[in-house]
């Protein structure tokens, strides 16, 4: 197994690491523990492994991004509206119950 990555100087030196919090919007994913390991505290890997780690990656986000959208979709209707798309609410649709609880959930 392969490991010329760089490491931190001290890996047991938390002020020296890197933690992972899922990308700019969501929460992280294995893959990004996955790296963490890898890139930081310098476990081993085989070649090849970032391209797992990105589709894997990429394929969370995905699946966070449309719990979002379905949690929330009066709000993803506006953005799209605001860049141009014409969306419109199905039949009975109610904006009232629309994601507060997903938002202030703990």
């Not at 010329?4 to 919007?25: C, D, I, M, T, Y």
């Not at 995905?62 to 969306?87: C, H, K, N, Y």
Request: glycine residues 8%; negative net charge.
């Amino acid at each position: 197994m392969a490991n010329n990555l760089p490491k931190a100087a001290q890996p047991h030196s938390l002020a020296e690491l890197h933690f992972p919090v899922g990308g700019e919007r969501f929460r992280p994913s294995v893959e990004d523990v996955v790296e963490f390991l890898i890139r930081q505290c310098g476990v081993d890997h085989v070649s090849g492994w970032e391209e797992h780690i990105y589709e894997g990656r990429e394929l969370w986000r995905r699946m966070q991004f449309r719990a979002v959208v379905r949690d929330l979709p009066a709000e993803a209707a506006e953005i799209l509206r605001s860049d141009g798309w014409t969306i419109a609410a199905p039949d009975g649709f109610s904006d009232e119950s629309s994601g507060s609880e997903t938002l202030t959930k703990w």
